[in-house]
């Protein structure tokens, strides 16, 4: 100890001098838009032109200012804009809200995944939309003194989680199928070798628990996100009707028909999640915290009397009004609406408390609104009895009225995600 100590307070008074750099969020630039609209088409007629189109000064000149005529998108429209948005200076694109037929793309989830950018897959060597992969990126470790000539590197998943709680960490990544038999395999095989080369890499042995476990706070994410944008909206739509509830309990009457028929009678139903509230310990009678840590969670040992449901199902939809629904019935899957069972899709006690928490909390939320809008009676009516009252099981809804108030989307996004993930899904 008396030798290493001169060493420790020397290396930190040199660290002492150095700028630390802590971990914050950053709100993200606004998108600069390069639209110019573009001038007449050029004439190239001799005619035109007395002299050597080279010589013509005008600041058209389809040779020498040919940057004039390059085409560049226009800013893609918001939901909701601010009522002081202005262009910039210098801009012609001026921001501008979703059209109706623009709204009813964006409150589709499969639209949604299908139109997020294409990355190559390192595995299958095919394109595929972002968010059915996995984002991989490469890490440096801290040299040792067994391994000083070497870099080592060790291969971490980047991006997963939602960029208002973490930022990606490295700016070369690699993607893989979101598919936990995918990434096994992925280290079995070795084959994320070929990708770092002339590298010591350290794989971690339990990669798919890690990405699996922040595919659930993804989860999490995207709800108290949610949460908190209909917070800030709660009384300032006056008009707000039936078709704008985001999420609502179904009742018991409600959720005993949809287990029978096994469709879901409801317009714009996204998703449905089961999630019945955590029981007491049965020796300190409190209920466990609700965590969103990033960090691996407590290994658990529950044992349940019953085996568990599957993580997901897929249920018919009886509004599916899709054109290829009666035309080619035969080719094209029907709309399905998933399932999924709280106690298998998260498994860990706290996620599960806090899934809950967020639930109940967006709950509250939606009989504020309704209370403001001056409605009480927005939601379908029982008569009294024990079948009216609320079951466990929470529909989220979509469509281009309550996408104003909130981004349901995400969510079933999200859900989707770690539906594919846990194998019940095949891309």
Not at 160 to 185: D, H, K, W
Not at 268 to 274: K, N, R, T
Request: aromatic fraction near 6%; charged fraction near 20%; proline fraction near 10%.
């Amino acid at each position: 100890m008396p030798r290493i100590l001169p060493r420790l307070i020397d290396k930190i008074l040199r660290q002492a001098h150095h700028q630390k750099n802590f971990p914050y969020y950053k709100p993200p630039r606004r998108p600069k838009s390069l639209h110019r609209p573009l001038p007449p088409r050029p004439s190239f007629h001799p005619a035109h032109h007395p002299q050597s189109i080279l010589l013509d000064t005008a600041p058209d000149n389809p040779i020498t200012s040919s940057r004039s005529y390059l085409y560049h998108k226009t800013l893609p429209p918001r939901v909701v804009i601010p009522q002081n948005a202005n262009t910039r200076q210098g801009e012609t694109d001026s921001p501008r809200t979703m059209t109706a037929e623009e709204l009813r793309w964006w409150a589709n989830p499969y639209l949604r995944i299908l139109s997020s950018p294409m990355r190559y897959c390192f595995d299958t060597d095919h394109h595929f939309p972002a968010d059915t992969l996995i984002r991989l990126a490469p890490m440096q470790l801290p040299p040792t003194r067994m391994s000083t000539s070497q870099t080592r590197i060790t291969i971490v998943p980047d991006g997963v989680l939602n960029p208002r709680f973490a930022v990606r960490r490295s700016g070369r990544a690699s993607y893989i199928l979101c598919s936990r038999e995918a990434i096994s395999q992925m280290v079995k095989s070795g084959s994320y070798k070929r990708v770092l080369r002339g590298a010591q890499i350290f794989m971690n042995p339990r990669l798919a628990d890690q990405i699996a476990h922040l595919l659930r706070l993804r989860v999490l994410q995207e709800l108290e996100l949610l949460a908190d944008r209909l917070q800030c909206g709660t009384g300032s739509r006056s008009g707000a009707g039936t078709s704008q509830t985001i999420i609502r309990k179904l009742t018991r009457s409600e959720w005993n028909s949809l287990k029978s028929s096994g469709s879901v009678p409801y317009e714009d139903a996204l998703a449905i999640l089961v999630v019945p509230p955590l029981n007491r310990h049965r020796v300190t009678k409190k209920r466990p915290e609700a965590s969103m840590s990033a960090m691996p969670p407590e290994e658990e040992h529950v044992s349940f009397p019953k085996p568990l449901p599957p993580l997901s199902e897929m249920l018919s939809s009886s509004h599916d009004s899709s054109p290829h629904a009666s035309v080619l019935p035969s080719l094209l899957p029907k709309l399905g609406i998933p399932l999924y069972n709280g106690l298998t899709a998260f498994p860990n006690r706290s996620q599960r408390a806090a899934l809950f928490a967020v639930l109940t909390r967006l709950l509250g939320y939606e009989r504020k609104m309704r209370y403001f809008a001056g409605h009480s009676t927005l939601l379908p009516s029982f008569p009294a009895g024990d079948q009216s009252k609320a079951s466990h099981a929470f529909l989220l809804c979509s469509n281009a009225d309550n996408s104003k108030r909130g981004d349901a989307v995400a969510v079933a996004i999200a859900l989707w995600r770690l539906h594919m993930f846990e194998g019940t899904c095949n891309i």
